[in-house]
Structures are given as structure tokens and as C-alpha cells.
């Protein structure tokens, strides 16, 4: 037996006044109906309703069965209500989790227009880089990686982006532009450096050439294993380093970045947005990952304006 259903249909018998109205109310034929208050009554071993051909009226039982039920269906509806409310309104906690060179240049850049376009979401940050994100926890996980990634969770493709060579004008006025990738030996290399590798190489593609490869011997003047402290360095003019485009679009647009070596690229890397499940994700999820999309492109696109047209030398500065 149902139970909450042999509730409802008792409450409704009783403010329809009859089986028929009830059935019709809550679209229900009246044999289905009278078996649910049957089977209710045999379970409560009492009786809640006298019927008669002409009359319908409460036992005893029956009246203060009623008082109790409409208690508790009360409250269920209104804890259904609270938590379509969650699923649905734009409104409360939205717990977002990302590894920290992401929170600092990503995600917090957003963070005043989205909350000026919806004031009655908070949101709840969480900044940590672990071995296996803990996507089941959050609304929201933003990682990155490469373009072949097969994460085995539910994940929205945010942006593809390319891995590009910048430096800051202050760097560039004072060493030059290199103009081909052999021009790099002679330049101030910063790289991300990973435990337990040694690489001597940066392996430059260019996608007009049908991804053609090059192969740069790199002698770094700085290593970090710590993204932001490598494009702190590259902001401060202290070299070049390959950079994530979707990471360094607000430098670039803004100028305190130059790409340098177009249309030459490190690799390819796509920023996603991972769910815990397809199923009932909340509005405010929703409405922020469209947001984060919608940025992140718009960013792009628009770093991608300031590139050096072919044969531009870039404010006439000396090549290296």
C-alpha cells in the first residue's frame, strides 16, 4: 500500500464530500479510489468514514485521523516545495570547486557580473589542487585537460584553448621579439616544471601548417612547479613561458601580455565544467556554467584581436 497516497485520497474524500468528486480531483477512477481508503482502514484497523447511500461522514477515529494527516501532508508538500526551490530558483549556495591558478584568474574575474545578474546566489569556492577531484561533492568542478581528456563523469566542454608564448611588453622592449622559434635560445625562458620530469625541449606546433612540429632546445632562466608563480614572473617582465590562453585572455586584452611567435603553440587544452550528475542539477548550477562559457569564449575572442596581423613588427621592437 501507499501510503502517503491513501492519505491524499482520504483528505480529498473528505473536502470533496464523496468518492466520485475525489477520484476526479485527483485523477483517479472511484474503484481505485475506494480500494485506497479500504486498504487504509484494514491497516489502521479502524473505521474513518460512515458511507451511505446519501451521506458521508467522519468517525471518531476518522476526525482526528484527519487532523494528524493534514499535518503531515503539509509538510511534506512544503518540503517538496523547499527542495524543488533549490533545484529550480536562482537563489542560494552554490558550492564550486577549482585548483588555484583557475580560482585566481578565471573564475574570480566573474565574480562581480555574475552576482550584480544574480544577487540571491552565494557562492561557495572551494580552491584545492587534489589527485582525483571530488566532483560528487560540488555543484560545480572547473578543470582542465588536454584536448583528449575522457573523463568518465558528466562534463560540459567550457573552452578548447591553445597553449601560447607571451611576455610582457617591458620584457619585449628590452630583449626583443623573437621572430622564429630558433630566436628562443637566445631569450629569457621561464617553464612549469613537474615532478620527475626533465625536459630539455619545448615542442612548438603550428596549426597553419598542418600542426606542423618544431622541436626548441630550452634553457630556463626560472622553473616553478606552481602556475601562478610562473605567470607572476612573465607578468613582472622576467620572460617568456607558454600559458593557457582561457588563463592569460584578461592580460592579453588588456596589454599587460603580448603572445609572442604566432601562430606557433605549446598544445591544446580544454576547460570543463563537471557535474556530480545529470540528473536535477540546480538552476543557479546552470545558470553559472552558461556564465563561466559565455566569458571565457567572449575573453578569448577578444585576446585573440590584439594578435600581430602577419608582417606586423609589433611596435618596431629590435628582434632578438
Known amino acids: 500500500m501507499d501510503r502517503l497516497l491513501s492519505m491524499r485520497a482520504f483528505q480529498q474524500v473528505v473536502d470533496d464530500g464523496g468518492f466520485a468528486a475525489a477520484a476526479r480531483t485527483l485523477d483517479m477512477s472511484p474503484a481505485v479510489m475506494t480500494r485506497l481508503i479500504t486498504d487504509l482502514e484494514q491497516h489502521l484497523g479502524a473505521r474513518l468514514l460512515q458511507r451511505t447511500t446519501r451521506k458521508?461522514?467522519?468517525?471518531?477515529?476518522?476526525?482526528?485521523?484527519?487532523?494528524?494527516?493534514?499535518?503531515?501532508?503539509n509538510d511534506v508538500d512544503q518540503a517538496e516545495a523547499s527542495t524543488r526551490q533549490q533545484t529550480d530558483e536562482l537563489a542560494g549556495l552554490l558550492r564550486i570547486h577549482t585548483q588555484p591558478v583557475m580560482a585566481v584568474h578565471i573564475i574570480a574575474p566573474l565574480v562581480a557580473e555574475f552576482r550584480r545578474r544574480y544577487p540571491k546566489v552565494v557562492l561557495d569556492i572551494t580552491v584545492d589542487s587534489p589527485l582525483v577531484p571530488p566532483i560528487e561533492d560540488y555543484d560545480l568542478t572547473i578543470l582542465g585537460a588536454g584536448r583528449l581528456y575522457d573523463a568518465n563523469v558528466v562534463a560540459r566542454p567550457v573552452i578548447v584553448s591553445e597553449g601560447l608564448l607571451c611576455a610582457s611588453p617591458r620584457y619585449l622592449r628590452s630583449a626583443g621579439t623573437p621572430r622564429q622559434p630558433e630566436?628562443?635560445?637566445?631569450?629569457?625562458?621561464?617553464?612549469?616544471?613537474?615532478?620527475g620530469i626533465r625536459q630539455r625541449e619545448?615542442?612548438?606546433?603550428?596549426?597553419?601548417?598542418?600542426?606542423?612540429?618544431?622541436?626548441?632546445?630550452?634553457?630556463?632562466?626560472?622553473?616553478?612547479?606552481?602556475?601562478?608563480?610562473l605567470l607572476r614572473a612573465t607578468l613582472d617582465g622576467t620572460g617568456i613561458s607558454a600559458q593557457p590562453l582561457d588563463l592569460v585572455a584578461n592580460y592579453l586584452r588588456d596589454g599587460q601580455l603580448r603572445r609572442v611567435l604566432a601562430p606557433w603553440i605549446t598544445g591544446r587544452f580544454t576547460l570543463y565544467a563537471a557535474l556530480p550528475?545529470?540528473?536535477?542539477?540546480?538552476a543557479r548550477a546552470r545558470v553559472f556554467m552558461e556564465f563561466l562559457i559565455e566569458q571565457t569564449r567572449l575573453k578569448a575572442a577578444e585576446a585573440e584581436r590584439t594578435w600581430p596581423s602577419r608582417g606586423d613588427s609589433e611596435a618596431g621592437e629590435p628582434a632578438a
Open 56 to 73: 458521508l461522514s467522519l468517525t471518531e477515529a476518522g476526525q482526528s485521523y484527519l487532523q494528524r494527516v493534514r499535518h503531515i501532508l
Open 183 to 195: 630566436d628562443l635560445q637566445n631569450h629569457a625562458l621561464l617553464r612549469l616544471s613537474q615532478a
Open 202 to 229: 619545448w615542442q612548438l606546433i603550428n596549426p597553419e601548417e598542418g600542426d606542423r612540429e618544431v622541436a626548441v632546445e630550452v634553457k630556463p632562466v626560472m622553473m616553478a612547479n606552481h602556475s601562478d608563480t
Open 277 to 282: 550528475s545529470r540528473k536535477y542539477v540546480p
